[in-house]
């Protein structure tokens, strides 16, 4: 078929090829954040109801850094918590608002602290103001909760007390404390017989939705062939046409095209 080896047609063609690679590339994109998603999803399940294990089993010493694979693992932990090294997380959602997360350390037996994030408070009605933080529990706290990696560091400097995200180094050089290179989420926290313990707003569970992602992956790889089949298509009808102004001009009877079927509200527009 000439026609398809004219120079627009051909440039067509290369232009659908272009998009047909694209989507393939696109749909691998969007398969792999897929993959992702059900890697994390995985993991928050395998761990997150579990029974809680010892911190020095899966963390025996402090510096370590938590293995990816280990996030949210539940652990417990006993010692005392550091009161007047209490940092407050800001800009942190909960609910669709934003407030602060509460972050203390729980220096442990042998000299080592553990980050605990006990919550989420809301913020004070002035930007200046201190929000109301629920006192931290004194003496002896037995707690439970999910390991997590530390966050990125955003490179602000903010007032003494505040954080701008859970980055364990800037943690440390904030406290003074020798942190373990993980934080906890608090689940609960169990102090002495009798002892009243109030704590901040408890924080989400961990989204697990897998999202659009596998959607859209299919999605594009079924319009990688679109473009090529319509130049395909588009080829073939100038083909046609050009075939019948052929025969027209030498006087042959052109090819019968099949009746265009009559439909009833065809004929009562007629």
Not at 21 to 41: E, I, N, P, S, T
Request: charged share 25%; aromatic share 8%; proline share 8%.
């Amino acid at each position: 078929m000439q026609v398809m080896f004219s120079r627009r047609w051909l440039t067509a063609l290369v232009v659908a090829i272009a998009f047909a690679v694209a989507c393939v590339f696109l749909g691998r994109w969007q398969w792999h954040r897929h993959d992702a998603k059900v890697a994390r999803a995985d993991r928050i399940n395998s761990h997150y109801y579990a029974s809680p294990v010892p911190l020095q089993t899966v963390l025996p010493t402090t510096g370590e850094s938590l293995p990816r694979s280990e996030e949210w693992t539940r652990v417990t932990a006993t010692g005392t918590y550091a009161d007047g090294n209490l940092q407050l997380v800001r800009n942190r959602p909960n609910d669709g608002v934003y407030g602060y997360e509460v972050v203390v350390p729980l220096d442990l037996p042998g000299g080592a602290s553990l980050l605990v994030d006990r919550g989420w408070v809301m913020n004070a009605n002035q930007a200046a103001e201190r929000p109301d933080v629920p006192a931290t529990p004194k003496g002896r706290i037995t707690v439970t909760g999910w390991l997590r990696v530390g966050e990125p560091s955003l490179g602000r400097q903010l007032p003494p007390g505040q954080l701008a995200s859970i980055n364990v180094p800037e943690a440390r050089r904030a406290t003074g404390a020798d942190l373990y290179g993980t934080y906890l989420i608090l689940d609960r926290e169990a102090g002495s017989p009798g002892q009243t313990i109030v704590r901040p707003t408890r924080l989400e569970p961990p989204d697990t939705d897998l999202g659009p992602h596998l959607a859209y992956a299919v999605q594009w790889w079924l319009a990688a062939p679109a473009g090529i089949v319509l130049v395909f298509v588009g080829a073939r009808r100038e083909w046609r046409e050009d075939r019948l102004e052929d025969d027209l001009a030498a006087g042959r009877t052109p090819v019968p095209v099949r009746a265009r079927k009559v439909r009833i509200w065809d004929e009562e527009d007629a």
